[in-house]
């Protein structure tokens, strides 16, 4: 099965249940699908490979708006990782289903049969679990709590298999915006910043120095607490 003809069942079968509910899509890289309500944008997206038959296919992934916007105070034309944006809409997400077992990775699909099976189960996990994801860490106390258990166990909150956050060092930022958003205790919002600050100054991580001491002195201070845990 060619890639033009693997990528037209696939978006037949997606994008009638997706555009159902008010998705809108962006083509770039395969098929991008986002839906935004109330400051959070949900995205769901599908690449498909010329090299290769597999399809890319990504776990839910949430941007939260005020996390965001608090977090580009600190960027400039050298930041690191820049935010994707689309016609107005932060595509960057904050959150993300890193637990997601990823049934169809890299499995090759040369079928339409093959491609009815990946999109019956795909369709059943944006309906499913990834509904229940979304639904769960769109209030932003819920996204705190996860990161303190990760906390808890000695793991990052962008830890690749079990995390909450997205991306790199950045998550680290975006952690300690939501602490306080949050209205976190000092005694574990400062917790918090020892543990971002062992990673951050082991002498690896320059390039994001100058954004985190920014972030520290002038946004972190401003934050006024939103959420009461």
Not at 67 to 93: K, N
Request: one cysteine or more.
């Amino acid at each position: 099965m060619e890639r033009a003809e693997r990528q037209r069942f696939t978006l037949e079968r997606i994008d009638p249940v997706l555009k159902a509910k008010g998705y809108k899509t962006r083509k770039a890289d395969g098929m991008w699908y986002y839906l935004h309500q109330d400051g959070i944008t949900v995205t769901w997206s599908l690449g498909f490979q010329k090299k290769y038959s597999f399809i890319d296919f990504h776990r839910a992934r949430i941007t939260h708006d005020e996390v965001e916007l608090l977090l580009q105070r600190v960027a400039d034309e050298h930041y690191p990782f820049p935010w994707d944006m689309h016609r107005g809409t932060i595509l960057t997400s904050t959150v993300s289903h890193h637990s997601f077992i990823q049934k169809y990775h890299l499995v090759a699909i040369d079928t339409e049969e093959e491609v009815e099976e990946f999109c019956d189960w795909y369709l059943g996990y944006i309906n499913g679990e990834g509904a229940d994801f979304v639904q769960h860490y769109s209030y932003l106390p819920n996204v705190l709590k996860r990161m303190d258990e990760l906390l808890n166990q000695g793991l990052s909150w962008q830890n690749g298999e079990q995390g909450i956050l997205d991306w790199t060092l950045d998550a680290f930022f975006r952690g300690l915006i939501i602490a306080k958003l949050c209205n976190d205790p000092e005694s574990n919002f400062e917790s918090k910043v020892r543990f971002c600050e062992k990673y951050l100054y082991d002498g690896t991580n320059n390039e994001w120095l100058p954004y985190y001491e920014k972030l520290k002195a002038e946004v972190l201070p401003t934050i006024e607490p939103k959420y009461n845990i």
